[in-house]
C-alpha cells in the first residue's frame, strides 16, 4: 500500500508527461505481480463498486475525531474532497505504529469482503485499517471505498508505461488490457509477458478514434487522399466472432451482446474470426431513428419485444479489423473497405445515407457520401441534421487503423451544436476539488412570462469565471432547496447542446442533449434571453 500511495503522490506533483511514464514504468517493474495487477486495474479508470455509504465513513471519522457535523461540513467544503477530509479529521497515528498492507491482499481480504457484513463489522473493519495506516495511505483507502480515486493519467499513458517497463509494443499491451478481466496475479504476468499469439475469443480491439475538425481545406490537403462518410449518431461499438460465439462490445469495454439481439442473430452468418468497427444504431423504415430511441435500449439489459419492434437496431460498419482469424489493422483503409464491402455489401452502396445488404439487413456498411471537392463536400455537411447524423468522418485513404486518438488520419467534421440564451436560475456545489464552489447550474427560458428551466451544465466556464458565479449566487440566493439554491434572475449565458426532443418528464416539455456553456452574455440582459418557442422551433427543424 505505501507504494501505490507513494505513486498517488508522484503522479500528482508533475505534470511532465515524461515524468509520468517513468514513475509508472518503475512502479510496474518493483510492485509484486498481485498488487501491480490492481495498480493497473485503478490507474485505467476502473473502480470497485461502491462498498460502504460515504455519509457512513463521515459518521465514523466525527466518532473517532469528536467533530460536530457543522465543523465536519465546513471542513470538507474547505478541502473540497472527501476523502481528503477524513485522512485529515481522524486521529494521527504515530510512524512506529503504521504498517505496510500489500495494495492485493488490501482490496481482496480487507476491503472486498466488508461488503457482505454488517454495518458494525464494517466499523470495525475500516476502522482497524484507519489506525494502521499514514494519513497519505488513508487518503487512498478512503478514495478506493467511495469509488473516487483518480490518478491523473490517461490509459494512453498507462499502455506507454507498460510498454516501456515490459518490451512489448504498445498495440499489443493496448489490446491485452480490452475486454473484460480481473486484476490477479496471474493477469498482470500475462499482460507483460511476450507475446504468444493467443487470444481470448471475446476480446476486442483498442478503438480508433479521431480529432475534431473546423477546415478541411485547410488542413487535410488534396481532396483524392480521403474518404469522406457520415458520422453516425449512435454507439460505436465492435462485433466479435470468434469461435462460433458472438460479443458486442461498446466503446467504454462493455459487453453489451445481451441488449441487441437481432445484430447478435445477424451476426452468427459471419466466418469466425471477423471483428468489425461500426455504430449500433436504431433504424426504421430505413432510416436512423434519433438518439432518444436508442437510449432506450441501452438501459435496458432484458429486451421485450414492444422494445425491439419500437426501437430496432442495426450496425452500421465502417471498418473491418479481423477477417478469418487475421490482424487486418495495419493494412490501408482502402483495403480494409474492400474486404469489408466484399463481406457484407458487394456491389450495393447506391443509398445515401442508407445502404443495402445482402448477407443480412441488420449489418451495413457505412456508405461513402462521394464529392469532387471540399466546397462539395461542406455542402453535404450541411444537410446532416436533415439526414439525423452529427456530421461528417474524413479518413486517409491509406491510413491503418491505430490506438486511441491520433492526430492525422481520422477527423470528425461535425456540424455547429444549437444553442440558445438562457439564464441562471439555481444552482449547487459540485464535487472534487470543486466541492466547495457553485458550479453546477440549471438555466431557464421564458414561457409565459415566466422561466422555465431547460438545461443544467457545469463546463465551459474558466477558473476566474466560476469564481464570479459562485460569489453571485452565494450573494443572491433566494431560496434552498437540500444543496440547490435558486438565484435572482440577472445572469445570461449562451447554452450549446448537440440534440433536442420532446419531453413529458421535463416541466419545459423539452429535453435537450449534451448541454455545455459556450459563454457567459454579459452585454445581455434576462428579457433578451430566448423562449421556450425557440427550442420548439428546433424540434420543428429535427422532424419531431
Known amino acids: 500500500m505505501n507504494r501505490f500511495s507513494q505513486l498517488f503522490v508522484s503522479l500528482d506533483e508533475t505534470n511532465k508527461t515524461s515524468e509520468k511514464t517513468n514513475i509508472l514504468r518503475d512502479y510496474f517493474e518493483n510492485a509484486p505481480p498481485a498488487d501491480a495487477a490492481w495498480g493497473v486495474y485503478f490507474l485505467t479508470g476502473r473502480k470497485i463498486r461502491q462498498l460502504i455509504p460515504r455519509a457512513r465513513l463521515a459518521e465514523w471519522t466525527m466518532e473517532l475525531s469528536g467533530i460536530a457535523p457543522w465543523m465536519f461540513q465546513e471542513c470538507y467544503d474547505s478541502v473540497g474532497d472527501l476523502g481528503e477530509t477524513l485522512a ?97 496475479e496471474e493477469f498482470f504476468i500475462a499482460l507483460v509477458h511476450e507475446d504468444t499469439g493467443d487470444t481470448e475469443s471475446s476480446k476486442p480491439y483498442p478503438f480508433f478514434l479521431s480529432y475534431p475538425l473546423e477546415n478541411p481545406s485547410e488542413t487535410l490537403g488534396d481532396f483524392s487522399d480521403w474518404y469522406a462518410e457520415w458520422k453516425w449518431d449512435g454507439i460505436r461499438a465492435q462485433l466479435v466472432k470468434r469461435d462460433g460465439q458472438v460479443f458486442i462490445w461498446s466503446r467504454g469495454e462493455e459487453l453489451v451482446t445481451e441488449r441487441f439481439p437481432e445484430i447478435t442473430d445477424a451476426a452468427e452468418c459471419l466466418p469466425n474470426g471477423t471483428v468489425l468497427d461500426g455504430e449500433i444504431l436504431a433504424w426504421k423504415d430505413a432510416e436512423v431513428l434519433p438518439f432518444h430511441d436508442l437510449q432506450t435500449r441501452i438501459t435496458r439489459k432484458t429486451v421485450s419485444k414492444k422494445l425491439l419492434a419500437d426501437a430496432p437496431v442495426i450496425f452500421m460498419c465502417f471498418d473491418l479489423l479481423e477477417l478469418n482469424g487475421e490482424d487486418k489493422r495495419a493494412e490501408s483503409l482502402a483495403d480494409r473497405r474492400r474486404l ?62 491505430g490506438v486511441g486518438r491520433r492526430k492525422g488520419d481520422w477527423w470528425k467534421w461535425k456540424i455547429d451544436p444549437y444553442s440558445v440564451d438562457a439564464v441562471l436560475i439555481s444552482a449547487q456545489k459540485g464535487s472534487g476539488k470543486r466541492a466547495s464552489l457553485y458550479t453546477d447550474y440549471t438555466f431557464g427560458v421564458w414561457r409565459d412570462g415566466k422561466l422555465v428551466s431547460v438545461a443544467k451544465a457545469y463546463s465551459g466556464l474558466t477558473d476566474a469565471e466560476i469564481r464570479q458565479v459562485d460569489a453571485f449566487v452565494r450573494k443572491n440566493t433566494l431560496e434552498k432547496f437540500g444543496p440547490v439554491r435558486t438565484v435572482k434572475p440577472e445572469l445570461v449565458f449562451e447554452i450549446a447542446f448537440e440534440g433536442i426532443q420532446a419531453s413529458t418528464r421535463h416541466k419545459s416539455g423539452v429535453a435537450v442533449r449534451f448541454p455545455r456553456i459556450l459563454r457567459w452574455r454579459t452585454d445581455k440582459t434576462i428579457q433578451d434571453a430566448d423562449s421556450i418557442d425557440a427550442l420548439t422551433a428546433l424540434l420543428d427543424n429535427e422532424g419531431k
Not at 95 to 123: F, H, K
Not at 344 to 367: F, H, K, Y
Open 88 to 184: 485529515l479529521l481522524l486521529p494521527p497515528v504515530p510512524s512506529s505504529a503504521t504498517i505496510d498492507i500489500p495494495l492485493s491482499q488490501l482490496v481482496e481480504e480487507r476491503l472486498l469482503p466488508l461488503r457482505d457484513s454488517t454495518p458494525e463489522e464494517q466499523r470495525a473493519g475500516i476502522v482497524d485499517l484507519w489506525m494502521k495506516l499514514s494519513e497519505r495511505g488513508r487518503f487512498v483507502l478512503n478514495k478506493i471505498i467511495n469509488g473516487s480515486l483518480r490518478l491523473g493519467v490517461s490509459q494512453q499513458l498507462v499502455i506507454n508505461a507498460l510498454a516501456k517497463s515490459s518490451g512489448l509494443d504498445e498495440a499489443s499491451v493496448a489490446h491485452r488490457l480490452m475486454g473484460e478481466w480481473k486484476p490477479t
Open 340 to 401: 469489408l464491402t466484399g463481406l457484407l455489401t458487394p456491389g450495393a452502396l447506391d443509398e445515401t445515407p442508407s445502404c443495402r445488404a445482402q448477407l443480412n439487413p441488420v449489418l451495413r456498411v457505412s456508405p461513402l457520401t462521394g464529392g469532387t471537392s471540399w466546397t462539395e463536400l461542406a455542402a453535404m455537411r450541411e444537410t446532416s441534421r436533415a439526414l439525423k447524423v452529427e456530421g461528417l468522418m474524413l479518413k486517409r485513404a491509406i491510413s491503418k487503423y
